[in-house]
């Protein structure tokens, strides 16, 4: 067993990356390591990656230099969704000592010390991880890969098809991050609403059984496609204190051509409908969309089409991603590609209407109370938290307020942040 080894981890990509990475950091733990910053020196350097699109990649490459450069004695583990997308000749295989794919590299500690490895452990189809890395809020992982094939991702071929946990060992985790104190949990995955397909269970079952079991936590679903998103889960969203009303629901595109060109399986009728249908039961909701600008053969009336919609909807936040070719993907071999001017000024213009759209759902809350959960994190001597509906605010810092929920007044908005007062503690 190594002994006061030094390990440190860099993170790319979405929230399931940061659950696994935090995952991986606990076994090293365990086996004495020390977890030091990136910027540290280290023995090793683990780059957990992404491969959603070029400039993901981009910044993977450029990580393994700077470590090559400041420290040549280090031995660096690429492990992570880009190995699966590597070709076996590929010349960044040659700068690292370890690269994993998403099916080994939970098990980058046990290789790295030459343990012997249960074979039925190595293939084992869901693997669990979750995040503690603020000690307030956790991302724990419920589901991972996707069946969906969408014509511009890589996922379904990089992580693999959909499967789910075992909703005893999701309970149990719950229970131990009870323990640990954390507050606040954030189910996680690739397509968390496809939770239990093949298992004649829902994500809906998932959440009725949790919300019964009356845990001292607060719940959040991350990001779910809008096919998914039932009436049933609107509904305990909308009639629960645990499940805050919070929805992140990918719309990637604002004309129905260009979703039916990437292969969603929704119309936009479809998800106006959604949207009203949550703020009709949930007026307070914060939604937030995600939209690909660029998209192979976009018009300026496509994306008129989805700026005129999306101006239009009560939705509080977008996240603008233009589109990135990838060769595993379908859309690689699309034609009428746009160009990357284009998909600057686009992706330009619905970051001012997003911007805009939280101003305007962060104003329309001043003058009224909420409950905040503080994070550990200090600033400025500032402290941070969300209220329920994912509204960021900041208080003079005092250290009593980490990982407890205030009731605050939401008094004043500066830049993209609301200073609060607190009334009173409430846990
Ligand atoms: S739903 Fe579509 S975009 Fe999302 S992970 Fe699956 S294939 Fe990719």
Redesign the pocket.
């Known amino acids: 067993m190594a002994v006061n080894k030094r390990v440190a981890i860099h993170t790319l990509g979405c929230k399931l990356n940061f659950a696994e990475s935090s995952s991986i950091l606990n076994k090293f733990r365990q086996r004495q390591y020390e977890i030091v910053s990136f910027d540290d020196d280290a023995d090793i350097y683990v780059i957990h990656s992404c491969t959603v699109t070029a400039t993901a990649d981009k910044k993977t490459r450029q990580l393994i230099n700077k470590v090559k450069n400041a420290n040549p004695k280090a031995k660096i583990a690429l492990i992570g969704c880009m190995v699966d997308n590597l070709s076996q000749n590929s010349s960044i295989l040659e700068k690292t000592d370890w690269a994993l794919g998403n099916k080994e590299k939970m098990f980058l500690p046990e290789i790295i010390e030459n343990e012997a490895i249960n074979d039925s452990i190595f293939n084992s189809r869901f693997i669990p991880a979750f995040s503690t890395y603020d000690r307030t809020r956790s991302f724990l992982k419920i589901q991972d890969g ?1 069946d ?3 014509e ?2 890589t ?2 071929y990089v992580r693999g098809r959909s499967r789910s946990a075992e909703i005893k060992d999701i309970l149990n985790q719950l229970d131990f991050l009870v323990d640990k104190g954390i507050k606040e949990v954030i189910f996680t995955g ?2 968390i609403g496809d939770y239990g397909v093949n298992q004649n269970f829902s994500f809906a079952d998932l959440l009725y059984t949790i919300s019964k079991q009356s845990y001292p936590l607060r719940f959040r679903i991350s990001s779910i ?1 809008p096919n998914l998103l039932s009436d049933e889960i609107i509904e305990l969203v909308a009639s629960s204190d645990a499940f805050m009303p919070h929805f992140h629901i ?1 719309l990637q595109h604002g004309s129905d051509r260009i979703l039916q060109s990437m292969k969603r399986r929704y119309t936009i009728d479809y998800f106006v409908k959604l949207i009203y249908k949550i703020k009709k039961s949930i007026p307070d909701a914060f939604i937030a969309n995600d939209v690909i600008v660029g998209f192979p053969d976009e018009t300026d009336e496509d994306f008129r089409n989805m700026f005129d919609l999306l101006k239009d909807l009560p939705i509080a936040y977008l996240h603008v991603f233009p589109y990135s070719d990838r060769p595993l993907a379908n859309s690689f071999n699309f034609k009428n590609k746009i160009p990357a001017n284009i998909k600057k000024q686009r992706s330009k213009i619905l970051t001012k209407l997003s911007k805009e759209k939280q101003e305007n759902f962060y104003n329309s809350f001043l003058n009224t109370t909420s409950k905040v959960l503080w994070e550990a994190k200090i600033e400025d001597d500032f402290i941070y938290g969300y209220t329920e509906n994912y509204i960021r605010v900041a208080t003079h810092y005092d250290a009593n307020l980490i990982n407890k929920i205030s009731n605050v007044l939401l008094e004043k908005l500066d830049k993209n942040i609301i200073i609060a007062k607190i009334l009173n503690d409430e846990k």
Do not use: A, G, T
């Open positions: 996707c969906y094939f969408c511009y991702c996922i379904p690739i397509n496609e990918p």
